[in-house]
Every structure is written in structure tokens, then in C-alpha cells.
């Protein structure tokens, strides 16, 4: 229906995504004790392997107030103020300067965020830039990020059109606002 807003329930305890196509392996997470989100990632991309572990604290409307990532002793901490502004490992980085979520290219959980944040009606579309957290070098960099609302899918799953520099893309997401198919990328797994 034209202008529906985007209604989501809580999101069950534990999650996990089957990462196929650019990469392959697995991502898990949970979600309780609420607003606190933990997870870990490990695949093989480009014949190299990685693993990704991550706690990331959200307000009761889904903006990032803070990330701690970690990789094999390798870690980083963001902290955002909530109005987009952050400090990365303590130090202030304008270049993040309305931000209002993390995406860590390790996940398909991160997906959520934005759509959760911005409730936004059939037809709309916005601007959700992210603090991107690479998942080799846990470097923190400022990535462009669009998302359209599409009418829902014949099941009545939610649909977006997805738009970064390097990806664009249809997600589909279900009742709990949880991406279920990201092309190429992950798929929910059954849990």
C-alpha cells in the first residue's frame, strides 16, 4: 500500500546469516540483554580468512551509540553521541559528522539499522550515511548509503532498494526487520 510506513516487531534472541556468493561462511548473533547487539563472523573471502566479533550498543530507536569490533588482537571502539557525531578509539573524526549508524562490512545483520531508524513509507527514500568498519583492517571510514522503501514482496515481507558506491541491490526483509536475502552476499539461516 502507497505510503505505509515500515512496522517491525523485536527481533528474536539469536540470528544468523549463511554468507555465499562473495564470500562463504557464517555469522551469528544475539541480541539480549536488549539494545545490546553481539555477534561474530567467520568466512573465507578472496582465498583469505577472517573472523569478525563485534558488540555494538543501540537506543531504543535503533541509532549506534557505540561499537566495539574486533579481529585477532586487532581491535577498534566507536563511540557516537547520537545528534552524528563520533570518536573512533577515542579521538573525534568529522569525516563521520552525520552519521547515525555503524555497518561493518563483515555483517548482514548491520542492514537493519537504517531501516529500522528511518521507518520510512512506501515510496520514500533517504540518505543513511554509516561508520563502515572494513573487516580486514578494522578501519572506520564514512560510506554513502541510500535507502528506497518498495512496495512489499507478495508475501508481505518489506522490500528496499539499496544504493552504496560499490553495491546496489533489492533487500528483502522480514517481519522483525532483518534482511533475509542479501544478493550475493548472505542469506538468513534457520535458528
Known sequence: MQGEMSTFVDPPRQLAWRHQGLREGFEVVFTEPRWTIEGATTAVEERAAFAVQYAIDLTPDWVTRGARVASFGREV????????????????????????????????????????????????SADAPAAWVRRD???????????????????????????????????????????????????????
Not at 563521520?96 to 520514500?124: K, M, Q, Y
Not at 508475501?155 to 550475493?184: M, N, T
Open 137 to 191: 583492517t578494522l578501519a572506520v571510514q564514512r560510506l554513502e548509503q541510500r535507502y528506497t522503501r518498495l512496495p512489499d514482496d507478495p508475501q508481505g515481507r518489506s522490500r528496499f532498494d539499496y544504493w552504496s558506491p560499490d553495491l546496489a541491490c533489492e533487500l528483502v526483509y522480514d517481519e522483525f526487520g532483518l534482511v533475509l536475502d542479501y544478493p550475493g552476499i548472505a542469506v538468513r539461516a534457520p535458528v
Open 77 to 124: 571502539h566507536l563511540l557516537a553521541d547520537g545528534d552524528g557525531h563520533w570518536h573512533v578509539d577515542g579521538v573525534p573524526d568529522p569525516a563521520l559528522d552525520g552519521v547515525f549508524d555503524v555497518d561493518l562490512e563483515s555483517s548482514a545483520f548491520t542492514n537493519a539499522f537504517p531501516v529500522h531508524r528511518l521507518a520510512l513509507a512506501v515510496g520514500e
